[in-house]
C-alpha cells in the first residue's frame, strides 16, 4: 500500500507535534490498515481481527508531498487468536522510514460487538 503525504497527515494536523511532516498516529493508522488487509485471507466467515499491541520505531520524517510505501508480512504462525506481523514503511527513496510489530486478535464479529 502507498499513501502520498498530504497536509491532512502531518503532526500539526493530527497535534502530535508542531512540524509539518507525517505523524506518527497517521504511520501507524496506514500500517494498521496494512495488517488488516493480510489478515483477510487468514479468517473464517464472521471473523475480523482488533488491534492488541504496537511495537513500531518512526525513524525517518517525510514531509508533504512525499510517499510512503507500507508492507506487513503475513504471521509465521497463526495461533487460535493471536497473529504477530512484522511491519515497515520505506519513502519514496526507498529509505526506512519505519519498522516494528503490530499484533492483532482474531475475533467473531457479531460476538465482539454484542459484548460492548
Not at 100 to 114: H, K, P, S, T, Y
Amino acid at each position: 500500500m502507498r499513501h502520498e503525504v498530504t497536509e491532512a497527515d502531518t503532526a500539526i494536523a493530527l497535534g502530535s507535534g508542531d512540524v509539518p511532516v507525517l505523524a506518527t498516529p497517521r504511520l501507524i493508522a496506514w500500517l494498521e490498515a496494512e495488517t488488516t488487509t493480510v489478515a483477510a485471507p487468514l479468517l473464517a466467515a464472521g471473523q475480523t481481527t482488533v488491534g492488541s499491541a504496537i511495537r513500531v520505531r518512526h525513524l525517518r520524517a517525510t514531509l508533504v508531498g512525499g510517499s510512503v510505501e507500507l508492507a506487513a508480512d503475513a504471521p509465521e504462525r497463526v495461533s487460535e487468536r493471536n497473529l504477530t506481523f512484522s511491519v515497515r514503511a520505506l519513502d519514496g527513496n526507498g529509505k526506512l522510514v519505519a519498522d516494528g510489530e503490530i499484533d492483532r486478535v482474531i475475533v467473531n464479529r457479531e460476538q465482539f460487538l454484542a459484548r460492548l
